[in-house]
């Protein structure tokens, strides 16, 4: 019965209430058994309480209570998204001497965990170990090893699996094409990324809304604006629903290009459309007022933040201050700085 409970407790979030009733059984004289042990250890993992997960782990260990491959996969997953990638290999050690074989869920998660320390050369020898022992890699492997070599700046090691995958008959999904277009494009490879676009259509691959939205990056970068107004246009076309991020990223390439009448023309347009404006955009576009010495509208839409349920974030008023007094706009700053509701992140 406890054990029951105490499964419904973790699965409902409800962890606090979880371990009362672990210590209540425990109280009474009754031994956990291991749906007890493994329901809480998924649950505090899942809550981030990581150092309660893996003493429970060792406690399971010294009773001779044998985890699930499942209950290992998500402490070392825990483990790894907290940047915790040690403790995450000594789990994984610890399945070996358990006698447990990791299957692809374990490899993945902790070459996820290489990737976002930046390991590399780990997370390359953990994905190549994988063959050897026997464990085919999933889509979702090669996609944490392509997004992984793409921010890394390794466009031909990408590439070498996307080919890779295609030869073990392993369909790319649109994660890994868009991994692959947003390296392309941030390396310059502007050409390279628009081929990967078009046999995302001749595959049947659904081209989202992100792939887009880094195309559209790319070309204001590359300082084609008409292209880039061009591409938003055909997508609004297709029934694709701009959000608030492609807006952003062509309003900022058009402000930063010099376009800034345009720029507006698209920041009003999102208002008329219903799309909620976030600090970001507002940003963008203080950012190209204040380029083109467009002061007084400046602080007027600075005004209108608050007005409009965003408040400015300290990244904002900073720039607004800085831009204003390196301008000598001394006036502006004093009467201004006192309205202003600063949007706190950490506190949302």
């Not at 007094?325 to 700085?337: D, G, P, T």
Request: proline letters at 3%; charged letters at 25%; hydrophobic letters at 40%.
């Amino acid at each position: 019965m406890y054990s029951a409970l105490i499964d419904g407790l973790c699965k409902d979030r409800l962890v606090v209430e979880a371990l009362d009733l672990f210590s209540e059984m425990i109280g009474r004289g009754i031994s956990p058994d291991v749906v007890s042990y493994n329901s809480l250890i998924h649950g505090l993992s899942v809550e981030g309480q990581l150092k309660e997960a893996t003493r429970f782990l060792n406690e399971m260990r010294r009773k001779n209570i044998s985890p699930t491959l499942r209950t290992f996969n998500i402490v070392i997953d825990a483990l790894c998204k907290e940047g915790r990638v040690g403790e995450a290999r000594d789990v994984f050690d610890m399945m070996a001497k358990m006698g447990y074989k990791p299957n692809v869920i374990t490899y993945s998660a902790l070459i996820d965990g290489y990737f976002l320390m930046k390991d590399v050369k780990k997370a390359s020898w953990l994905f190549n170990n994988m063959d050897k022992n026997g464990v085919e890699p999933s889509v979702h492997t090669y996609n944490i090893m392509i997004d992984g070599y793409c921010k890394a700046k390794r466009l031909d090691d990408a590439m070498t699996l996307f080919k890779e995958m295609r030869n073990r008959n392993v369909v790319p999904d649109t994660v890994i094409y868009s991994s692959l277009i947003d390296g392309l494009c941030k390396s310059g490879k502007f050409s390279s990324a628009q081929n990967l676009v078009d046999e995302m259509h001749n595959s049947g691959q659904p081209v989202g809304l992100i792939t887009y939205t880094i195309l559209i990056d790319a070309l204001c970068k590359s300082q084609d604006l008409d292209k880039a107004i061009e591409l938003f246009m055909r997508i609004v076309n297709k029934g694709i629903r701009p959000d608030v991020c492609t807006y952003t990223v062509l309003i900022d390439g058009l402000c930063k290009g010099g376009r800034l009448k345009t720029a507006k023309e698209f920041f009003h347009h999102i208002v008329t459309k219903g799309c909620r404006l976030d600090v970001r955009t507002y940003y963008v576009m203080l950012n190209g007022l204040f380029k083109e010495g467009l002061f007084d509208e400046a602080m007027t839409l600075l005004s209108k933040m608050d007005d409009s349920g965003c408040p400015p974030d300290s990244i904002t008023v900073e720039k607004v201050i800085s831009t204003l007094l390196e301008k000598n706009e001394i006036e502006k700053v004093e009467k201004f700085l006192p309205e202003m509701k600063v949007k706190d992140p950490l506190n949302e």
